[in-house]
């Protein structure tokens, strides 16, 4: 008996044959910022999507917050397992529209690797600090391309740029797109199940249209969400979601930012958290020399620097360098 060996142009030609035509296709891509051989068994985006996962900034994920900072229990969702939810929910769309699964999966799992510790709080006070707003989609590319450079493709790279609904343009890819329907997907649903969990909500305070539309659990949520996306996107030709699921999800969503995401519940932890990254970013801008090396670029001026290194902290390593930083000791 024999193992069938698909080199990478059997998986190319086979992307010909059986993708959607509104696939991106590996072996049209618009390539590399510095080009480089073919791998003989991996395409483009595979290549990607294992130097993604293999990279220090996607490990760092795993300390860093989603929504409760510091949250004490086991289950709280993660900056990673966040990933890993986002990466599934867009896998599972991407197979079903016969889009490219793997350059979903790339982007999904790169998409949030420019976080800063403390979630959405942290990408607030950085803000002050550049011209502008400070955003985790364009530190990702940054950290990607620069940071801790991956040499991705120019599609994967995109996919992450636009990411986040704000960003315009929008991705240009079908699979780009997915990843922003399968992120709201996934940071609503988990974040539900966490705000109940943290006792921050009851499951009464949810909008009873999102309970009628979508249902009583987390994975009736997911699947509903899911088959609205699949099923508009295969009438429509393009990557949507049905106009009355779409408007329910933004619903939601603005009652989670009423309720948890900017809540007063959550306050004095926040301005814990605001006050870390400020003290940080301005004592290591005063300090360059205290920068290591391997968190930015030579020639990056102190403040970005600074920035550079802020951002890829993880929350309790960014805790750790404040408390021995700025916390008096006695001895």
Known sequence: MTFVVRRRQDRERQEHELLSPQA?????SKGRADPEEPDAYRTDFERDRDRVIHSKAFRRLKHKTQVFLNPEGDHFVTRL??????MQVGRAMAVS????????????LAHDVGHSPFGHVGEETLSPFVDGEWLHSAHGVRTLTVVEPLNLTWE???????HSWRIDPPPATPEGALCRFADRIAYLTHDVADAIRAGVLRYDDIPLSARNRFGATSREWIDAMITSVV????????VEMDPVDLEVMNELRAFMFERVYLSRQTEAEKQRAIKVIRDLVE??????NEIPRSVTT?????????????AGMTDRYAIRTHDRLFRPTLF
Request: charged letters at 20%.
């Open 24 to 28: 991106t296709k590996a072996d049209q």
């Open 81 to 86: 397992t966040h990933t890993l939810q986002v």
């Open 97 to 108: 529209l016969s889009l490219n699964e793997t350059l979903t999966e790339a982007i999904c």
């Open 156 to 162: 994967t790279l995109d996919g992450v740029r636009a």
């Open 231 to 238: 099923e508009t996107s295969a009438r429509q030709g393009s």
């Open 283 to 288: 004592h290591f801008a005063s300090h360059r």
């Open 298 to 310: 030579v020639d990056a001026e102190p403040l970005v620097a600074a920035i550079d290194y802020v």
